[in-house]
């Protein structure tokens, strides 16, 4: 079975423009979960998204969003970019939106540098 | 807010126990305990998770206390390959919230 896929791996944007990561869950996974990561803040949760609605969401401004489609592939998107966006950004799918036991399955990430 | 509190690092040697612990006192009955790790340059994997008593699974054992306001993840013979960032959460449904984690190094 296919794990998490994230595309692209690595992208390099320059600030004020804007980008969209795309995550690809585990067949039959329903949720799909973005995490931002950088040395300063660790693994901070973004938003969470369970058959094409957005559920949770953590606290980062308005310029990142995210959409899920009925295939329950995910993207976000980080609109005008600033250089405290430079991170590595994180997919996670699991089978669905509420259990607390479900297992997160995190994908490998997008490596994204603003300049 | 991780809402668990672990130490920054801890040191092991090769083939001997490690028990990293995890403080978590304001629990409520209904949140799940769950371990994940992140090895360098990798996305975090499961490790285990538990409600109320003690885990076993082939990666590693839980050990919860009674009051469940903390938590021990015990890996039995820690290999070259456990060095990670191990990261303690309190779940409440799909939420998870990360913490700092605690960087395990082991030494061969």
């Known amino acids: 079975k296919a794990g998490v896929t994230q595309t692209p791996r690595y992208l390099i944007k320059t600030r004020g423009q804007q980008v969209t990561l795309s995550c690809s869950p585990i067949s039959g996974h329903r949720s799909v979960s973005w995490y931002q990561q950088t040395p300063g803040q660790g693994l901070q949760f973004l938003f969470e998204?369970?058959?094409?609605?957005?559920?949770n969401k953590g606290n980062f401004p308005g310029r990142f969003s995210g959409r899920q489609f009925s295939n329950s592939r995910s993207e976000m998107n980080v609109s005008t970019l600033e250089l405290g966006d430079s991170a590595l950004y994180l997919c996670a799918s699991s089978l669905s939106g509420t259990s607390s036991y479900n297992e997160q399955f995190f994908g490998p990430g997008t490596r994204l540098t603003v300049l | 807010d991780a809402k668990t509190t672990q130490p920054n690092s801890m040191e092991s040697n090769e083939e001997e126990p490690v028990h990293l612990p995890c403080n978590h006192s304001t629990i409520s009955g209904t949140d799940y305990i769950h371990w994940y790790r992140q090895l360098p340059s990798q996305g975090p994997e499961y490790v285990i998770h538990?409600?109320?008593s003690n885990v076993n699974n082939r990666m590693a054992s839980l050990a919860i206390a009674e009051d469940r306001k903390s938590s021990t993840l015990i890996l039995h013979r820690a290999t070259l390959r456990d060095a990670a960032v191990y990261y303690c959460?309190?779940?409440?449904?799909?939420?998870?919230?990360f913490g700092a984690g605690t960087r395990l190094t082991v030494k061969p």
């Open positions: 538990g409600l109320t």
């Open positions: 959460i309190r779940r409440e449904g799909n939420d998870m919230r």
């Open positions: 998204y369970f058959s094409e609605t957005q559920r």
